[in-house]
């Protein structure tokens, strides 16, 4: 959760040039290249979409190694009747990812969480 309203908190979150900035485990680079973004990860450069919906809060995001093969994971960002906004991500663990590697992104997703909350904080 962060002290801030939904809006900028969507604004940033689904602005897939933002991504090095909070998800600095996962994303160390955005780049565009022939109008597709492309991630360079610690497992090297992927395809790259965010699907939005601002009304409903919902951040689809799309990440592999081709157009075709990408797998998602999920960000809902809820406004709270206090004026501050929690940010909810689903991640599933596929039959390709091995639990050390599972075990890895789950660490990695709780320094991400500390990112976005550093970023609305200041």
């Not at 360079?40 to 919902?58: H, M, Q, S, W, Y």
């Not at 809820?78 to 992104?105: C, E, H, K, P, V």
């Amino acid at each position: 959760m962060v002290t801030v309203p939904k809006d900028p908190v969507f604004a940033f979150l689904s602005n897939i040039e933002n991504l090095p900035k909070w998800s600095t485990k996962f994303v160390k680079k955005i780049i565009l290249a022939d109008k597709k973004y492309k991630a360079v990860t610690p497992i090297g450069e992927v395809f790259i979409r965010l699907d939005t919906n601002e009304k409903a809060g919902l951040i689809d995001i799309y990440a592999g190694p081709t157009e075709d093969n990408m797998m998602p994971a999920y960000l809902r960002i809820i406004s709270l009747s206090d004026g501050s906004t929690a940010i909810m991500f689903t991640f599933f663990q596929y039959a390709s990812t091995s639990d050390t590697i599972w075990n890895i992104f789950c660490e990695w997703i709780k320094i991400e969480v500390e990112n976005i909350k550093k970023h609305f904080s200041q």
